[in-house]
C-alpha cells in the first residue's frame, strides 16, 4: 500500500487518518482509503476529538480487523464505538488494560431521540429489465412519507434521486459490487445499499436509520413488513431502535442500549417448514404475512433490551436465515462478509 494523500501515519498495521470537524462524513477520499486499506489488508483507524460525530454511513463502515474510530481526549484515547482505553503500540492503536470503559466514553449526555434502523436484503433474478432502487423506494415512504430526495457512491449525495441512473451505474460496474447513499427529505434520514451480483441473482442490502422523537413498538412496522415482502422477494428484515442523536450522526460516547424490534424472515429462511414450526419459537409468537414471510415481534418498549436480543439468537437459530447465525455478532447490519460493503 503507498500512501494516499488523506493518510497521516501509515504503518505495516494500519492506515490512521485524522479529522478535527463536527460532523465526519464518508465522503469520497475516505470511502477510497477504506477500500484500499481492505485491499491490503490493513485497517482504518480514524482520530478524532471527543466532540466529532460520524455519520451513519462512516460509523457502519469503520468495521473489521483494526478499525476503528479511535476518540482523543485529554485523559488520552478510547474507541468511539466500544469506549474501551486505547494506546498506540507502534503500529496501531490497541486495546489496553485495564478493559474498563473509559468514563468520557460512559459520562456522555443522554440522547435526545431515538434511531430506528431498517436492515433488509431484497433478491431479484438476473434481467436486463431489472431496475433497481424499488425496495430502498418504498422502505423510505413508509418511514419517512416520502421516497428519497438523492442519492451517491459518497457522502455527501447530491445526485437527485433517480432509480434508472442508479440501475444504469450497477450494471456498468456489475459484476463488481456497488455501494450507494441516499437521503431523504421527510425526517431525517440516511440509507445505504449496497448492490452485489451472487450466482444467478442479484441483491440489495439495505440499512436505512431514520430519527425519530419517540421509540416505536415492534408491531408499528408490521405492515411496512408485510408491504416490502408481498413487493419483493425479501430474504430478511430486520428492525433495530436505539437512543441516538437528533440527526443521523452518531456521538462518540454511550446514548444507551438498543434493542432488535422485530425480524422478518423471508420465503427462502422459512422453505420446507410447516405452519406450527414457524409460528412460535419457544415463547416467541410469530405473525404470517400474505406473503409467506413470517414477522416475529421481539421486543417491548420499556423492556430489558437483552431479553429481545435474546430471543433474536432464539430465531436466528431455529431458522434458516440467509447470512445470518446463532453467532451473530450483535452489531448486525453490515452487508455481507466482507462488512464494510465499498466498491472494489
Not at 490493513?42 to 473489521?64: I, S
Not at 432502487?133 to 434521486?161: I, K
Not at 431523504?184 to 449496497?194: F, Q
Not at 441483491?203 to 436505512?208: F, N
Request: aromatic fraction near 6%.
Amino acid at each position: 500500500m503507498t500512501a494516499h494523500p488523506a493518510v497521516d501515519v501509515l504503518t505495516d498495521r494500519v492506515a490512521v487518518v485524522m479529522q478535527d470537524r463536527p460532523v465526519v462524513a464518508l465522503g469520497s477520499w475516505l470511502a477510497d482509503v477504506i477500500r484500499i486499506c481492505a485491499d491490503n489488508g490493513k485497517g482504518l483507524q480514524l482520530v478524532t476529538p471527543a466532540a466529532t460525530r460520524l455519520t451513519t454511513a462512516l460509523y457502519a463502515a469503520l468495521d473489521g480487523p483494526d478499525t476503528r474510530w479511535v476518540v482523543h481526549t485529554p485523559d488520552g484515547h478510547h474507541d468511539g464505538q466500544s469506549g474501551r482505553p486505547l494506546g498506540w503500540n507502534g503500529a496501531a492503536f490497541v486495546p489496553v488494560d485495564p478493559p474498563a470503559l473509559s468514563p468520557r466514553f460512559t459520562d456522555g449526555p443522554a440522547a435526545p431521540a431515538w434511531h430506528l434502523t431498517v436492515t433488509l436484503q431484497v433478491r431479484h433474478p438476473v434481467s436486463a429489465r431489472l431496475l433497481l432502487g424499488g425496495a430502498m423506494e418504498d422502505l423510505f415512504v413508509q418511514l419517512t412519507g416520502r421516497p428519497p430526495a438523492g442519492w451517491g457512491t459518497a457522502e455527501p449525495a447530491t445526485q437527485p434521486w433517480d432509480r434508472h441512473t442508479l440501475t444504469d451505474l450497477c450494471r456498468e460496474r456489475a459484476p463488481r459490487r456497488t455501494w450507494l447513499c441516499a437521503v431523504g427529505t421527510g425526517a431525517p434520514a440516511l440509507a445505504t445499499m449496497v448492490v452485489s451480483r451472487p450466482a444467478e441473482s442479484v441483491l440489495e442490502t439495505i440499512r436505512c436509520t431514520v430519527v425519530r422523537g419517540e421509540p416505536l413498538e415492534a408491531d408499528a412496522l408490521t405492515d411496512a413488513g408485510r408491504g416490502l415482502a408481498a413487493a419483493y422477494d425479501v430474504r430478511q428484515m430486520l428492525v433495530q431502535q436505539a437512543p441516538g442523536q437528533a440527526d443521523t450522526t452518531h456521538a462518540s460516547h454511550w446514548t444507551g442500549l438498543g434493542a432488535p424490534l422485530a425480524l422478518l424472515a423471508g420465503a427462502e429462511a422459512v422453505a420446507g417448514r410447516r405452519g406450527e414450526d414457524l409460528r412460535s419459537v419457544g415463547a416467541i409468537s410469530a405473525s404470517r404475512l400474505g406473503s409467506g414471510a413470517y414477522w416475529y415481534a421481539l421486543h417491548s418498549y420499556g423492556e430489558d433490551p437483552a431479553q429481545a436480543w435474546s430471543r433474536l439468537e432464539q430465531v436466528i437459530a431455529h431458522l434458516s436465515i440467509p447470512s445470518l447465525s446463532a453467532q451473530t455478532p450483535r452489531r448486525w447490519g453490515q452487508p455481507e462478509a466482507r462488512s464494510n460493503g465499498l466498491q472494489s
